[in-house]
């Protein structure tokens, strides 16, 4: 049986990518500092540590005790748009933290590294975004993501450490953090409507992204690492459909039967256009059944109509507060 890490299992697409893992019949450990996931996401079956990826002396531990055969690393703070206000924190926890983790892979000789990366390694470029286009990060998140890319690249050839390497993007569907306010518009609009609040949308809402339904996602990443040709390589995975947020926004409308209103904040600095090709990850895996936006966003609504209401939480450590948007202050 083969004994495998998922780091972040606790959070969305992590916990789907443990229940995945774990049907796969690995036996299957999930380390996570709660910060953003939550128990009620860990499933039934698999190992639960609950620590940081900051802390090398349990990643020593972990690794002596189990022995991993793979890695699969999903733990990071993922709030792109704070992180220009929380750089330390984010190099430290998705950069550095990530480095703790490839040392103990590479002193065991874990057989393939899975890292979860994100499309912000491209910033603003030309869509559709390629994996052959060299990346040019815009934010401290995606520059985070992209050096343990390059760690990645530089650890296979100076240590054979094998990995495959995902850059979704717009990932969406149950076990999402419904109480983020600052990522996932999909659970932030979500959330708004069973509070019964009005939908807030930065600028005209013209900005257009490929909302990706998380079945479309998670199974290739959990079997990934059982095809040998995608070691070393990078792939793009998600929807190929864009739709825009002011769209968005009314087919969850519908999906509530809410009639909330829309309210405009002042336009932020992001992507305005961002979708990808998938072409090369669909020469390489075995093709998953698509799920349309409405379908998803039903699938999704139902969950959260269900799901525990929790508070909406705000970081409270920003490192810097010029051009902090208002909503983000702490109150
Ligand atoms: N959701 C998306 O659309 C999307 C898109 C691109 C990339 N990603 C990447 O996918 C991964 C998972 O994202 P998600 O949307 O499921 O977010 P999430 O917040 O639901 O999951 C991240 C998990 O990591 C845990 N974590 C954070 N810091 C940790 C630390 N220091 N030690 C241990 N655990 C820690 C959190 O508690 C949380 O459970 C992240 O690496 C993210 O950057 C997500």
Not at 73 to 89: P, Q, V, W
Not at 97 to 110: A, F, P
Not at 155 to 184: A, C, T, W
């Amino acid at each position: 049986m083969h004994k495998t890490l998922v780091t972040g299992g606790a959070g969305f697409i992590g916990s789907h990518v443990a229940r995945q893992l774990w049907a796969m019949k690995h036996h299957v450990v999930i380390l996570d500092d709660l910060s953003g996931g939550l128990l009620e996401n860990i499933p039934t079956g698999v190992d639960f540590v609950k620590g940081s990826i900051l802390d090398h002396q349990l990643l020593a531990e972990l690794f002596e005790k189990y022995q991993f055969d793979y890695v699969y690393h999903l733990a990071a703070y993922a709030a792109e748009g704070l992180s220009h206000f929380i750089k330390r924190f984010n190099y430290q926890n998705n950069l550095t933290g990530s480095v703790n983790l490839l040392n103990e892979c590479i002193k065991h000789e874990v057989k393939c590294f899975v890292f979860v990366s994100s499309i912000a390694v491209y910033g603003s470029q030309q869509t559709p975004m390629t994996e052959d286009m060299i990346p040019q990060p815009e934010d401290p998140y995606g520059i985070a993501k992209y050096a343990f890319e390059m760690e990645l690249k530089a650890s296979k050839e100076m240590f054979g450490q094998d990995y495959i390497i995902f850059r979704p993007h717009n990932v969406y569907g149950e076990n999402q953090n419904l109480n983020d306010p600052y990522r996932n518009v999909l659970g932030i609009f979500m959330n708004q409507i069973l509070n019964g609040e009005p939908l807030t949308i930065y600028g005209d809402g013209s900005q257009t992204r490929a909302f990706s339904y998380i079945d479309e996602v998670a199974p290739v990443i959990a079997r990934s690492v059982e095809n040998p040709s995608a070691y070393g390589e990078i792939f793009n995975i998600g929807s190929d459909h864009t739709c825009s947020v002011r769209d968005l926004a009314q087919m969850i409308q519908v999906a509530f039967d809410s009639q909330a209103t829309i309210h405009f904040l002042d336009e932020r600095k992001e992507v305005h256009h961002a979708f990808c090709a998938h072409d090369k990850l669909k020469a390489y895996f075995a093709p998953v059944s698509s799920v349309s936006l409405q379908e998803g966003i039903v699938r999704m609504a139902g969950w959260a109509k269900k799901a525990e209401r929790k508070a909406s939480y705000k970081f409270d450590e920003i490192e810097i507060y010029k051009n902090l948007p208002s909503n983000w202050k702490l109150d």
